[in-house]
């Protein structure tokens, strides 16, 4: 095999608030971590299993850092992609440890917010681009073309004016 591939990709929700720390260099981390979750019906009992994984994540690319600062909050879902990386450190017991991360490196990685902000407190929806308010409804639906008809409002009337009358003239771009 020519090369290798570290790749990690998560979805789920944050266990806790976003945590900035800067180095003596000026550049930050930003850290939190996220819990995915594997459900399954037992087949002895019938009953309903879940199993959580937490990951700790360091994001280290000055943008989709800013974003988590800003809008990441406990219990927000989001997609993520990152790497793999182990670190060696002394607990405070003197005893050596290892700990592997989810990291997302500065010139490469994602970061997703997949409900609204503050972690679907109904505060309004983040859409990549901007904020927009009215809920997660909207999420992934840049245009109010692309919108569902029951989110764009009423049709345009049938009889009486032409549609670009009854079309809005400020366009948004």
């Given at each position: ?102 990291v ?19 505060e309004?929806a ?48």
């Amino acid at each position: 095999m020519a090369g290798s591939v570290n790749k990690v990709i998560l979805v789920g929700n944050l266990g806790r608030d976003p945590e900035v720390r800067t180095f003596p260099s000026g550049d930050r981390v930003v850290s939190f971590s996220v819990a995915t979750s594997d459900t399954w019906r037992d087949k002895a009992t019938g009953e309903r299993r879940e199993r959580t994984e937490w990951h700790n994540v360091s994001v280290f690319n000055e943008a989709l850092g800013k974003i988590a600062e800003q809008y990441c909050r406990k219990g927000a879902k989001i997609y993520l992609e990152g790497q793999l990386q182990t670190r060696e450190y002394t607990d405070k017991d003197g005893n050596q440890r290892k700990a592997t991360d989810v990291v997302i490196p500065r010139f490469r990685g994602e970061l997703t917010l997949l409900d609204s902000k503050g972690g679907g407190r109904g505060e309004g929806a983040y859409e990549g681009g901007g904020y927009q308010s009215g809920g997660a409804g909207s999420f992934g639906r840049s245009s109010p073309m692309e919108r569902a008809p029951a989110e764009r409002g009423p049709a345009p009337a049938a009889s009486g004016g032409r549609l670009s009358d009854q079309l809005d003239d400020d366009i948004p771009f």
